[in-house]
């Protein structure tokens, strides 16, 4: 057999909603079919193998720059999006691997310090230029750039914002981007002192689980059982809104929370900083948010101490 026949008859084992390799809206930039791997494959390596993917190593999560080994980076955060992502795709016979080229994409536009870091490249470009700044968008541009389908474009694109995804596949790393963040952030926010396990709301822990890992398990059941022979995802009533409720803790405790502000400051005096001294130079404005959103947080800090 042919490698796009035995493909083929791998996928006819797929849910009716899943989108087959096949059947992909295909490229900007119409290729060559390569033989040995199936479109979407294609695109995962190739975002593994990108330069914007590599520097999420070096961009911040939620602390910017920290002193210590384990707390998330945007790397991290993305290969635990994206493992999280093919559990569900695989529970429900979905393409895993279209989810997973969309998970390890999803971030690749995200700009140094989190998005402290995206929203001070969004004010400035605005108050300079008119424009706006959103991390989703300048992955799509990424994606552009690596000729990625249309199906891994989409789903990058829309992991955030009002537009919803195409497929099944891209709406599973959309609500597991959330998942992920929620969980292991509060693990590192205790890590760095600013929460312990008491201070968790008690309903919302009740009903998801005592540790990260257990309200990992009940989120992807969840989202599995509630999803299961539908064409959406979902999740049950009770199990969302307990995610949300934590989500808005989080957000009031540290996302959003007085010890954040001297940390959003810096980013935003950074980032500003490096903004104004590459547009009075005369630089072309998507050359300057192409280059500052892919700079790492130690880069931009650095680069900003030069001038």
Request: hydrophobic share 35%.
């Amino acid at each position: 057999m042919s490698f796009d026949a035995r493909i083929g008859a791998l996928e006819a084992n797929l849910s009716p909603f899943a989108v087959r390799s096949a059947e992909t809206r295909g490229r900007e930039w119409p290729e060559e079919s390569c033989g040995v791997r199936t479109e979407f494959q294609r695109d995962r390596d190739r975002i593994v193998h990108s330069k914007p993917f590599r520097r999420l190593k070096g961009k911040t999560q939620v602390f910017i720059d920290p002193e210590g080994d384990h707390y998330r980076t945007r790397m991290t955060h993305t290969l635990e999006t994206t493992a999280i992502s093919r559990v569900v795709a695989r529970a429900l016979r979905l393409n895993e691997d279209l989810t997973e080229a969309v998970g390890l994409g999803h971030d690749t536009g995200h700009t140094p310090f989190g998005h402290a870091g995206e929203d001070a490249l969004d004010v400035a470009l605005s108050e300079r230029f008119g424009g706006r700044f959103r991390h989703n968008e300048q992955s799509l541009r990424i994606a552009q750039s690596l000729n990625l389908t249309h199906e891994v474009c989409d789903g990058i694109l829309t992991h955030t914002g009002e537009r919803e995804p195409e497929s099944l596949e891209g709406k599973i790393v959309r609500l597991v981007d959330r998942v992920a963040y929620i969980n292991h952030d509060i693990d590192d926010a205790v890590r760095y002192g600013l929460l312990s396990e008491d201070d968790l709301p008690l309903e919302e822990i009740t009903i998801l689980g005592g540790t990260g890992s257990a309200r990992i398990d009940t989120l992807v059941h969840d989202i599995v059982d509630a999803s299961d022979g539908v064409d959406d995802i979902r999740q049950s009533r009770q199990v969302g809104e307990a995610m949300l409720l934590l989500r808005a803790f989080m957000f009031d405790r540290v996302y959003l929370g007085p010890q954040a502000a001297p940390e959003h400051e810096r980013a935003h005096e950074t980032i500003r900083l490096i903004f104004d001294h590459l547009a009075e130079r005369g630089d072309d404005v998507d050359e300057i948010v192409d280059y500052i959103a892919g700079m790492t947080d130690r880069f931009a800090l650095t680069y900003a101490d030069s001038l």
